[in-house]
């Protein structure tokens, strides 16, 4: 069977809308042409014509795509919260609190130096970020985010924190006696500790809610 | 014909034949279009490129929500359902081409038997 999504990714290279909202539109148009495609095969037609009555059915690659973007051109913001930042920021909030709890009572010392020296695993917050991620994925799934928003909106804390090290490095450079009180090597230990581990560890939490599982709220019969 | 006026009409039909379909129920892109071609025994038929616009603008205006379900199969599918206020288009829709085409059917005789 064809790959539908990618042949309508490939003609919806133009269509530019909000990841979460071409997302669903190749969602969309792809089941449709799969339905298409799955009626001409049910009726007798070779793959190859079910194939080409599907490509009929389109119409006009650029006039459909032109279309879309006309209509769907507003919806960019609102879908853009929704399945993005408002899960994103959800996760930076919930994280963050999670480690300053881990910090309050003991259990995490968030100093460059001893980030390189306390190995991450032993670092009780990482067990806790499968949560974390999993929260972030599963209400950009809600909103109908594509895989790809569900991945970004799981992983974005440790997007952050790895920026803050490397704002903390450019601020080292401008100031090499800070930089000189940190041991060589902390700052890319402190990478993994803080980026790698903990991105590792919010995708293993977010997995669950990255494929495409239907959204059985209810079941409408086609009869 | 001018070409407006043509396309007017054209996107005039198309509203009615997809608000009264979906005001009988909730129907995916796949099965309005198929609806609509067999219905009319194959006079209009809608591409995709014909569709989905017009389904993204009514979405727009609140005439129709979508929503994703699970069909009959099993499958992911992007529902449309009527709103209200979609509702409240198709009366006046209907009233506006029962007018035209007794217009014509006074002025070229085109009604049906």
Not at chain 1, 64 to 79: C, V
Not at chain 1, 105 to 124: C, K, N, V
Not at chain 2, 41 to 49: N, S
């Amino acid at each position: 069977m064809p790959d539908w999504r990618k042949l309508v990714r490939k003609h919806m290279r133009s269509l530019t809308l909000s990841l979460p909202a071409k997302e669903q539109v190749i969602d969309e148009l792809s089941v449709h042409l799969q339905d298409v495609y799955e009626r001409g095969c049910g009726r007798g037609l070779s793959q190859r014509a079910s194939l080409r009555l599907a490509l009929q059915e389109v119409g006009d690659w650029s006039v459909l795509t032109e279309g879309i973007r006309n209509t769907r051109s507003e919806d960019t913001s609102m879908n853009r919260t929704r399945a993005l930042l408002i899960p994103t920021f959800v996760n930076l909030l919930l994280s963050s609190a999670l480690i300053n709890i881990c910090d309050r009572f003991g259990m995490l010392d968030a100093r460059l130096e001893r980030m390189a020296q306390i190995p991450p695993s032993f670092q009780p917050w990482l067990l806790v970020l499968p949560v974390c991620g999993a929260t972030a994925a599963f209400l950009a799934r809600r909103s109908h985010g594509s895989s790809m928003v569900r991945l970004i909106a799981a992983v974005s804390p440790c997007m952050a924190w790895l920026t803050t090290l490397f704002v903390l490095k450019l601020i080292f450079i401008g100031f090499p006696e800070a930089f000189a009180s940190v041991p060589t090597g902390t700052l890319a230990a402190a990478s993994i500790g803080w980026f790698v581990l903990p991105a590792l560890a919010m995708f293993a939490g977010a997995l669950p809610f990255l494929g495409r599982t239907p959204l059985p709220q209810l079941r409408v019969s086609r009869d | 014909m001018p070409k407006r006026v043509r396309s007017n009409i054209a996107r005039g039909s198309a509203d009615l034949a997809i608000l009264s379909l979906l005001a009988e129920k909730p129907l995916y892109g796949f099965e309005i279009a198929r609806q609509i071609g067999e219905r009319t025994g194959g006079a209009l038929k809608f591409t995709l490129a014909s569709l989905y616009p017009l389904l993204y603008e009514m979405e727009k205006r609140g005439w129709v929500e979508a929503q994703w379900q699970a069909n009959a199969a099993g499958r992911d599918r992007r529902y449309y359902r009527l709103t209200r206020t979609g509702r409240r288009q198709l009366a006046p829709l209907r009233q506006e081409w029962r007018s035209f085409f007794h217009a014509l059917d006074a002025l070229a005789g085109v009604s049906h038997a």
